[in-house]
């Protein structure tokens, strides 16, 4: 399960929204909620393309997609 809380907070500091986030990733903003419930889960590709969107620490990618 993803930290959901803690990659929301990401994507507003980064003031992008969520369709744009999507857009950067290849992804439709529909199945990129679907992963942040938890319905569907992010690939390696994906975690990948959101920290190089967001920008992310290899610490942020850790505790938002491994504990």
């Known amino acids: 399960m993803i930290n959901a ?4 907070e990401k994507v507003h500091a980064s003031n992008l929204t969520v369709t744009k986030l999507a857009k950067a990733i ?3 903003r529909r199945t990129y909620y679907k992963k942040l419930k938890g319905e569907r889960y992010f690939v390696l590709g994906e975690i ?3 920290r190089k969107a967001l920008n ?6 850790y505790n ?3 504990t």
């Open 5 to 8: 809380v803690m990659l929301n």
């Open 26 to 28: 290849g992804m439709h």
């Open 48 to 50: 990948w393309e959101i």
């Open 56 to 61: 992310l620490t290899k610490e942020d990618v």
């Open 64 to 66: 938002i997609f491994i």
